[in-house]
């Protein structure tokens, strides 16, 4: 199975950009459609972004659109999330997943193994 370490977190100030990675390991998620959710304290998982295995097709959730960017490395098993423009309401912990069923926008379609890496804005 994948094992997924996010890392790339840290605090920064409003304004700021941080630049998150989520590397796999074990077997290669090059046919994954890959997600970035994140979950504030005393709220729910939300989705970020989600980038189909070709690059492709690419979405985001409103609230990040024009300061997220995310791609990936598939010959790196790597993820990438840069993140401008970032405000403290983007302060949560930060997990990658692969997509394993259902809707590409939601959590659920997701498998989040990883420990997350946390992002503190300060305003």
């Known amino acids: 199975q994948v094992q997924l370490v996010e890392s790339g977190g840290g605090l920064v100030q409003a304004g700021g950009s941080l630049r998150l990675s989520c590397a796999a390991s074990?077997?290669?998620?090059?046919?994954?459609?890959m997600g970035w959710f994140r979950q504030a304290p005393g709220k729910e998982r939300e989705f970020v972004a989600f980038?189909?295995?070709?690059?492709?097709?690419?979405y985001y959730a409103d609230s990040v659109k024009g300061r997220f960017t995310i791609s990936r490395d598939n010959a790196k098993n790597t993820v990438y999330l840069q993140m401008n423009s970032l405000t403290p309401e983007d302060t949560a912990v930060y997990y990658c997943?692969?997509?394993?069923?259902?809707?590409?926008?939601?959590?659920?379609?997701?498998?989040?193994r990883g420990q997350g890496t946390q992002v503190t804005v300060s305003s």
């Open positions: 997943g692969l997509h394993v069923r259902g809707t590409y926008d939601t959590p659920s379609g997701y498998d989040c």
């Open positions: 074990g077997r290669t998620f090059n046919r994954n459609t």
């Open positions: 980038i189909t295995w070709s690059g492709g097709s690419i």
